[in-house]
């Protein structure tokens, strides 16, 4: 005697109807445009200084190691001011940069100092590839201890560019 033979078909049709409506429900909570703030990390409102003003964001705080790693993967679009904030404890060398695996949209990366000037900012593009070693990575080309992403072209946009500041706290951003 087989095991269907042993069960009797009302209670297997339930158990496969279960491991369905539970499928389901498993892919309606991971669904979504991807514009969302990830889940649980702190969003900062600040702004980046120019010689001419100011501009605003909203940025989500990348402060750990697996935040950092994740970074914006997944995302199928990002609000126009808004963007995410990658810390350091310490300093990073020149050598180190960011990669695209995973990024379904363009991004800018700019890298800031230990007193928030930018030092450089580099257009980085979706890799297509599914497997991560074939996606070319972005250093730096200057040392930092945090980076910010934005929409690819954010930053010439608001005419943002190296010697700039970021600034967090609405009120930091205040004209003089």
Same mark, same amino acid.
């Given at each position: 005697?087989?095991?269907?033979?042993?069960?009797?078909?009302?209670?297997?049709?339930?158990?496969?109807?279960?491991?369905?409506?539970?499928?389901?429900?498993?892919?309606?909570?991971?669904?979504?445009?991807?514009?969302?703030?990830?889940?649980?990390?702190?969003?900062?409102?600040?702004?980046?200084?120019?010689?001419?003003?100011?501009? =605003?964001?909203?940025?989500?705080?990348?402060?750990?190691? /697996?935040?950092?790693? &994740?970074?914006?993967?997944?995302? +199928?679009?990002? @609000?126009?001011?808004?963007?995410?904030?990658?810390?350091?404890?310490?300093?990073?060398?020149?050598?180190?940069?960011?990669?695209?695996?995973?990024?379904?949209?363009?991004?800018?990366?700019?890298?800031?100092?230990?007193?928030?000037?930018?030092?450089?900012?580099?257009?980085?593009?979706?890799?297509? =590839?599914?497997?991560?070693?074939?996606?070319?990575?972005? /250093?730096?080309?200057? &040392?930092?201890?945090?980076?910010? +992403?934005?929409? @690819?072209?954010?930053?010439?946009?608001?005419?943002?560019?190296?010697?700039?500041?970021?600034?967090?706290?609405?009120?930091?951003?205040?004209?003089?």
């Amino acid at each position: 005697m087989d095991f269907q033979n042993r069960i009797p078909v009302a209670y297997l049709m339930r158990y496969q109807c279960a491991l369905l409506c539970f499928a389901t429900l498993l892919a309606g909570c991971s669904s979504g445009t991807g514009a969302e703030p990830s889940a649980g990390l702190p969003v900062a409102e600040g702004c980046f200084v120019t010689d001419t003003g100011t501009v =605003s964001v909203s940025l989500e705080l990348a402060t750990r190691q /697996p935040e950092r790693s &994740k970074g914006l993967m997944g995302r +199928e679009s990002l @609000a126009a001011s808004s963007g995410m904030l990658f810390k350091y404890q310490q300093q990073q060398t020149a050598e180190h940069g960011f990669w695209m695996y995973q990024t379904l949209i363009p991004l800018d990366i700019a890298y800031l100092d230990e007193n928030d000037a930018i030092g450089n900012i580099l257009q980085m593009v979706p890799c297509a =590839s599914s497997n991560g070693t074939r996606c070319p990575s972005y /250093p730096a080309g200057v &040392k930092f201890i945090s980076a910010v +992403e934005m929409n @690819a072209g954010f930053f010439e946009a608001n005419g943002i560019g190296p010697g700039d500041h970021l600034r967090l706290g609405k009120e930091n951003c205040k004209a003089p």
